[in-house]
């Protein structure tokens, strides 16, 4: 792929990855002598993991059904976001694209790679410039941040599609949220355009946040990047079994995802009725958004009652995020704030 191939870094092009045991022999034997790993099988944890979750990519195959090339599995969506940086963004020389307010690891993986960061902010609407998008793009852009349902702000962004054609760089899509959210992925639109890559986790809808299970879905040029950078074993056995189980029970995660975006409505109800509350956002995540007349003062009322929430007054005046709970977890933040 001429086109994509002319954004990746030259020393990445270039680069020998290193090869494990298990990528030098891949057929089934009686006895591995390959890898330096202890042969005492006590704990079934004494063998090192398929390094590219061929099992496990079968599985995400199937669910969301496209092809195991288009796929990779990073230690978190922070391990996708980190590895694009390092296969498309030249430090010291090529710049990306970001909207805030927006998920704050965009920029920390930016500054740690050393690639200078271009912020072009959401509007009112928290919608995106698209015009200063455009305007902004050099020939050093290589990449351009889209979060959506966007964290904080909690709403889809519109008008993504019209960049396929319009920008030049590599166009990642991230879709944490895309669970509770009634827009469509982006998912099936990377065959038909290779500079986009749509991320996604596990960590919200699916309840594995404590696994570290990140997804990229691209074009197979960009996934074979991925995969000559990733560290060999990047997502360890354990994961890949408590994953694969977890994925087996669609009707579990359907029904939590059905009643956390019932709850999220109950919840935008109950905040209307506080006079303190300036303004609820529509959600199209497992949160809200709102503002309100002193964010510190709410956020430390509740922190003494033990529930926490996120102050985000920092990134916007006076507005906080909470993250939607369980019914009864969500009762009592309720019922707390009447007291407030
Ligand atoms: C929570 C979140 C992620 C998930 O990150 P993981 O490393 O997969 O846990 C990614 N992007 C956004 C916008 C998020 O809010």
């Not at 042969?39 to 079934?44: D, E, G, I, R």
């Not at 500079?195 to 986790?201: A, H």
């Not at 809808?205 to 299970?213: D, E, F, K, S």
């Not at 990229?216 to 996934?223: D, E, K, Y």
Request: proline share 5%.
């Amino acid at each position: 792929m001429k086109s994509i191939e002319k954004l990746i870094r030259p020393n990445m092009l270039n680069l020998k990855p290193y090869r494990s045991a298990r990528d030098e022999f891949k057929g089934e034997a009686s006895v591995y002598l390959d890898a330096n790993e202890n042969p005492f099988n006590l704990n079934t944890l004494n063998r090192y993991p398929d390094p590219l979750q061929k099992i496990l990519k079968m599985k995400i195959s199937e669910i969301k059904n496209i092809s195991v090339d288009n796929i990779f599995i990073g230690n978190g969506s922070d391990e996708a976001i980190d590895l694009l940086f390092r296969i498309f963004c030249e430090p010291y020389q090529d710049n990306v694209i970001i909207c805030p307010p927006t998920y704050g690891m965009y920029e920390v993986s930016a500054n740690i790679n050393a690639v200078e960061i271009l912020n072009v902010p959401l509007n009112k609407d928290f919608q995106l410039d698209i015009d200063k998008i455009l305007s902004v793009q050099n020939i050093n852009t290589k990449l351009l941040f889209l979060c959506s349902p966007n964290n904080p702000t909690a709403n889809n962004l519109e008008n993504i599609a019209f960049l396929f054609k319009h920008f030049k760089g590599i166009m990642v899509i991230d879709e944490a949220y895309i669970d509770f959210s009634n827009q469509t992925s982006f998912i099936q639109q990377i065959s038909k355009n290779p500079r986009v890559v749509v991320l996604q986790t596990l960590s919200k809808a699916w309840g594995l946040a404590g696994a570290r299970v990140g997804l990229a879905f691209a074009n197979p040029t960009i996934i074979e990047q991925f995969n000559r950078v990733k560290p060999p074993y990047n997502i360890s056995l354990v994961n890949q079994q408590v994953t694969l189980e977890k994925l087996s029970k669609i009707d579990i995660y359907q029904n939590q995802v059905n009643e956390i975006v019932n709850q999220r409505e109950w919840l935008s109800l109950q905040f209307l009725a506080f006079s303190w509350v300036k303004k609820i956002y529509p959600s199209q995540a497992n949160f809200l958004f709102i503002e309100v007349e002193n964010a510190y003062k709410i956020y430390d009322f509740l922190l003494n009652q033990g529930i926490i929430i996120r102050n985000r007054h920092t990134v916007m005046t006076n507005h906080l995020r909470i993250t939607v709970g369980t019914t009864e977890e969500n009762q009592k933040l309720i019922k707390t704030l009447k007291h407030f």
